[in-house]
Nanobody, 121 residues
Framework: QVQLVESGGGSVQAGGSLRLSCESTGRVFSMGWFRQAPGEEREFVAA????????TYADSVKGRFTISRDTYRKLVFLQMTSLKPEDTAVYYC?????????????????WGQGTQVIVSS
């Protein structure tokens, strides 16, 4: 049984940094990060194929966010730098029971409960 738990959210000033963590239990092959702002649909942020280390990022976060993995502790991270107010959202960790990089939420099988990120000007 796969379970995902996010942590590391909080409030930060624009230009600051935060690192989100996702602890996974069970076998997964690909991990992703999504976010959802108030009143908006969930959108793709980043994804990583665990076996190959391949990554993909949304254009809005490219060059600022990095997705990585700690294989020893079953943790996936989203390192966020140069944060902007438009990054404010609830961030969700997601996992696939198969290989491949996907940007659509429909391609993910498991989801965490989310962690809030607030970026102020």
């Amino acid at each position: 049984q796969v379970q995902l738990v996010e942590s590391g959210g909080g409030s930060v000033q624009a230009g600051g940094s935060l690192r989100l963590s996702c602890e996974s239990t069970g076998r997964v092959f690909s991990m992703g990060w999504f976010r959802q702002a108030p009143g908006e649909e969930r959108e793709f942020v980043a994804a990583r194929e665990l076996s190959r280390g391949s990554t993909t990022y949304a254009d809005s976060v490219k060059g600022r966010f990095t997705i990585s993995r700690d294989t020893y502790r079953k943790l996936v991270f989203l390192q966020m730098t140069s944060l902007k107010p438009e990054d404010t959202a609830v961030y969700y960790c997601a996992a696939r029971a198969g290989a491949g990089l996907f940007a659509s939420p429909r391609n993910y099988d498991y989801w965490g409960q989310g962690t809030q990120v607030i970026v102020s000007s």
